[in-house]
């Protein structure tokens, strides 16, 4: 694996530094993730197939991917609307109190997860300040898959905001000033010069944040409810196994994860990568 | 080009009317935009500085100059030290080489980049157990050596590089690739050198990404909880994080401490938020005088 | 673009300051380890280091001790315990330090790590140097043996299976009882919410499943299928498994959801004393279970580093008079008839099944109920 990215097309560039740069990034790549990584392969390699296929196909683990995978797919969806329209706000706009809500934007990171997902839960708890509103409504926000959705879209929106940000500062006004000049409308503006450049960022924050998700253990196990079948995620069964010594158990489940994550992300980078070449190459 | 600059400095000056929205259009989003951040973010931040100064500020300051509570600040700083400056040097080799550069494979190392934000904290937790833990591939020959390395500060640094190490890589990697490569070929071709051409082209180009980047790194190396707690060991005054004080108060009843700890996390952050206005501050006055 | 040279001078210095600093306090960071590292060694070698940290943290734990010995350097242990037990070790450990220095004129810290009973178990076998380890499950302990850091008939190293205090299942219900919670089988009715950790994560939830599996068993003169049943209808009343003890308390007294809470006795007792008298009640069922939670020195790190004399002293001391005491303060059932007499107001007496009497001993109960396809699991997940 670590091999396969040096197998280089002759560079064509003449600008200096690709083996040293790609050399470094290699290397700490190597030590720091994937050599690491390679003992949940090793340790699960301790399975029999049957007993591995027995342990990652068990009906409760199957309901926790799916719990897993969709909420933070919706999670990351949401954050790919409303991230683009924040970075888009805070670019763009003067408004009072801009450089306090800037600064807002990354403290989903600053806060221990564990954190974030107390005080999630307190808000949104048939007793706390907004869940009391709900309620009445016949929405109920903790201990459900909403829940889960709201504690993942409150880690991943920084992904989403701040990648698209500083691409967003970055554009030239010329581009938008010659369509305007061209004619072209406001919105089909955005649609047609601005979208596009945006692209390659929005896809990078909505990767980042469904992956992250997908992991996330600290603010989720708070605001689940963790009710098998139901509000049970996957990570949280990987320490149920912990919890039982089944450390090979426990890294089966991580595998799968790992491996449908990774698939997923390659997905993502694979059309980013697509869509970067059309912007350039237009 | 320049362009992160430039528009960094016309944000004073109102864009020109006509590539703005109507003000309707405009209030209509900023409003939305503050109505999200609101209810994800600002509510559960006020809540826990209304829960921290709720037994007043005698509780709230008793907390934090608690020992176990310095401690924790001290080690999550000392990891913090450690970690990012190593994920940033990574994060902008590896950034050129993507995007400066064609060769194979790349899409699959900027998803291995990416990798480590899917791992489960826990098991970015269990890797380094399974690699130094006593029963682990090199437990043993540690073990003989008397290195320790889990449950201590090396394995808290290790778990917190892993879970942070994409940041810094992921923030420059769309960026630099908009910017393309036509500056940096101009500089060579008049006879700039490699370090010459990063310092004077790149880097200025990119560092609002790559402060972004730091940020976030930052940010999140001084809070993460889940790989740190599986490596760490949970003892006092040694080897918790701020994050595992908090969940130790948490866990005592102590409510208003754990949450006015929690509390100092959101300030560290802001700390290195002021850092970053200040070096746009800086930027912003040098340029005219120069320009 | 001709202001270009100028303008990046800023962040190019910033940059490489940071990197320096990152350098050099990476290298403090790994050398100040090693030297905590050594200082351990030290201790084990027979106390030939010169320790200030150490022995300033010493006479901190203890100023008003006469320094009469002072031959002995000072020496450290590491107690490596589960979650309810802070309180109970903090007030411990500094009757033990005063102990020691007047028995033997030596310092010691002791230094406590707390955490879920069956992850501090994994970090002990991972490598976490504990000198002694406190759990919740003899189960937990087991594993340790198992991985021959512990010697396999740690149970008869000290009195009462090793377990110098006990506890038990109780129900902590709102103020005035108004679902009029008595006995186990009023948390199977319908309309009744239960709040109980998961028994797959949380050592004290255990204990719960196993009181309740317990009772229904001998109401049903040892049917398996009813007792199966009734666990069933039980876990069906319960709207949230959190994954610690600590958890279900927050969720059933800060956040006011259910109407009882099944829970360690020592935890209900803390919890009536710091979260509010006028606001919760203690029901004790008519059958409960004697929870044991154990004690067991770490035999190979304690040969290790020289610290088995003072690890061994330690946990027997649990077993002394003014040690029971602080147990009793601390809620805990004292194991000592003395003291038990004399706070039997506040540990009501009542039936008590056991482990090993009723369940055959832990890895029984552990691989029949709670391993993956037990009988736990087969109460979520249809057709299993």
Redesign the interface.
């Known amino acids: 694996m670590t091999s396969s990215p040096k197998k280089k097309a002759k560079p064509r560039s003449v600008l200096p530094g690709f083996g040293l740069s790609l050399g470094f990034t290699v290397f700490y790549l190597s030590i720091i993730v994937i050599i690491p990584l390679i003992g949940i392969f090793v340790k699960t390699s301790g399975l029999t197939p049957g007993q591995f296929w027995d342990t990652v196909s068990n009906a409760r683990v199957v309901a926790s991917y799916k719990i897993s995978f969709l909420t933070s797919f919706y999670a990351a969806l949401i954050n790919l609307v409303f991230g683009l329209l924040i970075a888009w706000v805070l670019v763009r706009y003067q408004f009072p109190g801009k450089k306090i809500i800037d600064s807002l934007i990354d403290m989903p990171f600053a806060l221990p997860t564990a954190v974030a997902g107390i005080s999630l839960t307190a808000i949104y708890a048939p007793n706390g300040w907004v869940g009391q509103l709900l309620e009445p409504l016949g929405i109920k926000v903790a201990f459900t898959p909403l829940g889960i959705t709201l504690a993942l879209i409150f880690i991943g929106l920084p992904f989403v905001v701040r990648t698209v940000q500083p691409v967003l500062q970055d554009l030239d006004n010329e581009v938008e000033e010659a369509a305007v000049m061209l004619g072209a409308f406001r919105w089909s503006t955005f649609r047609r010069v601005v979208l596009p450049e945006l692209i390659p960022p929005l896809l990078t924050g909505f990767a980042l944040a469904f992956a992250r998700g997908i992991g996330e253990y600290g603010s989720v196990v708070f605001i689940s409810g963790n009710m098998p079948m139901k509000t049970e995620i996957a990570p949280l069964l990987i320490m149920t196994k912990l919890e039982q010594f089944d450390y090979r158990g426990a890294t089966a489940i991580a595998l799968v994860m790992l491996v449908a994550s990774f698939l997923l992300l390659l997905l993502i980078n694979y059309l980013q990568w697509r869509s970067n070449r059309r912007v350039v190459s237009a | 080009?320049?362009?992160?600059?430039t528009?960094?400095l016309?944000?004073k000056s109102?864009?020109?009317k006509?590539?703005?929205?109507s003000i309707v259009v405009?209030i209509v989003?900023?409003s939305?935009?503050?109505l999200?951040?609101g209810?994800?973010?600002?509510?559960?931040?006020l809540?826990?500085f209304i829960?921290a100064f709720k037994k007043g500020t005698d509780v709230y300051f008793a907390a934090l100059r608690d020992p176990d509570a310095l401690s924790a600040l001290k080690l999550t700083l000392?990891t913090a030290?450690?970690a990012?400056?190593?994920n940033?040097?990574?994060g902008v080799?590896?950034a050129?080489?993507?995007s400066?550069?064609?060769?194979?494979?790349?899409?699959?190392?900027?998803?291995?980049?990416?990798?480590?934000?899917?791992?489960?904290?826990?098991?970015a937790g269990?890797?380094?157990?399974?690699?130094?833990?006593?029963?682990?591939?090199l437990?043993p020959w540690l073990?003989d050596h008397?290195?320790?390395i889990?449950?201590?500060?090396?394995g808290i640094?290790?778990a917190t590089?892993?879970v942070t190490?994409?940041f810094v890589a992921?923030?420059l990697?769309?960026?630099m690739?908009?910017?393309?490569?036509q500056e940096?070929?101009a500089a060579?071709?008049l006879g700039a050198?490699?370090w010459q051409?990063?310092?004077?082209?790149t880097?200025?180009n990119i560092?609002?990404?790559?402060l972004?980047g730091v940020?976030?790194c930052n940010?999140?190396a001084?809070?993460?909880?889940?790989a740190v707690?599986?490596v760490s060991?949970?003892?006092?005054?040694?080897t918790n994080t701020?994050?595992l004080h908090?969940?130790?108060l948490?866990?005592?009843?102590q409510?208003s401490a754990s949450?006015a700890v929690?509390s100092l996390?959101?300030m560290?952050?802001?700390v290195?938020?002021i850092v970053k206005?200040f070096?746009e501050w800086?930027?912003a006055k040098?340029?005219p005088k120069?320009? | 673009m001709s202001n270009m040279k100028k303008r990046n001078v800023l962040p190019l210095k910033s940059l490489m300051i940071i990197i320096a600093f990152a350098i050099a306090l990476t290298g403090c960071g790994w050398n100040s380890n090693n030297d905590s590292g050594n200082a351990g060694t030290s201790n084990q070698a027979g106390n030939d280091g010169k320790t200030d940290a150490n022995a300033s943290n010493g006479n901190a734990a203890e100023p008003a001790a006469s320094n009469n010995g002072g031959s002995k350097k000072p020496v450290e242990l590491l107690n490596v315990s589960y979650d309810p037990t802070r309180e109970l070790y903090a007030a411990y450990n500094k009757l033990f330090a005063e102990y020691w220095k007047s028995e033997k004129g030596q310092d010691v810290t002791i230094k406590q790590s707390h955490a879920g009973s069956g992850a501090q178990a994994r970090a002990v076998i991972d490598g976490l140097k504990a000198d002694v380890v406190t759990l919740a499950l003899g189960y937990d302990i087991d594993s340790i043996a198992q991985k021959e850091l512990i010697s396999s008939d740690w149970q008869q190293q000290f009195d009462n299976n090793s377990s110098p205090y006990t506890s038990t299942i109780v129900f902590l219900v709102r103020k005035g009882n108004p679902k009029g919670i008595k006995d186990w089988n009023d948390l199977v009715k319908p309309g009744v919410q239960v709040i109980t950790p998961n028994p797959k994560t949380s050592g004290g939830a255990r204990w719960n499943y196993l009181a309740a599996w317990g009772y229904a068993l001998k109401q049903n003169n040892g049917d398996e299928a009813k007792a199966q049943e009734f666990v069933k209808a039980l876990f069906k009343n319960v709207p949230v498994l959190d994954t610690g003890a600590r958890g279900s308390t927050t969720t059933f007294v800060e956040k006011g959801i259910g109407d009882v809470l099944l829970a360690w006795e020592n935890e209900a007792l803390l919890s009536v004393k710091e979260l509010g008298k006028d606001k919760f009640e203690i029901v004790y069922p008519s059958l409960s279970i004697l929870a044991e939670p154990p004690v067991a020195v770490v035999d190979k790190n304690v040969d290790k580093s020289g610290t088995r004399e003072v690890a061994e002293a330690y946990l027997d001391y649990l077993y002394t008079e003014p040690a029971q005491q602080v147990i009793a303060q601390n809620f805990y059932r004292p194991t000592l008839a003395s003291v038990g007499e004399q706070y039997k107001d506040q540990f009501p007496d009542i039936p008590m099944l056991t482990i090993d009497d009723d369940f055959g001993g832990w890895a029984a109960a552990q691989a029949k109920h709670f391993a993956d396809g037990g009988v736990f699991d087969k109460i979520y997940v249809p057709g299993s």
């Open positions: 080009m320049a362009g992160a600059v528009v960094h016309a944000e109102a864009r020109p006509h590539i703005n929205e405009r989003l900023i939305i935009a503050l999200f951040l209810l994800v973010v600002l509510l559960p931040l809540s826990i829960e000392l030290v450690i990012v400056p190593l940033t040097v990574f080799a590896a050129w080489a993507i400066k550069f064609r060769f194979r494979g790349k899409n699959i190392l900027i998803t291995l980049i990416d990798l480590p934000f899917a791992v489960s904290p826990v098991i269990l890797v380094f157990i399974l690699l130094f833990g006593a029963q682990g591939f437990g073990s008397n290195i320790q889990m449950f201590a500060l090396p640094v290790l590089t892993f190490f994409p992921r923030e990697i769309p960026l690739q908009a910017q393309g490569v940096e070929e060579a071709s050198k490699g051409i990063f310092w004077r082209v880097l200025p560092k609002w990404g790559l972004y940020i976030l940010a999140r001084m809070g993460e909880f889940g707690s599986v060991g949970h003892i006092r005054g040694e701020l994050p908090i969940e130790i948490y866990n005592e009843y409510f949450f929690a996390l959101v560290l952050a802001v290195t938020l206005s070096i800086k930027t040098q340029l120069e320009s």
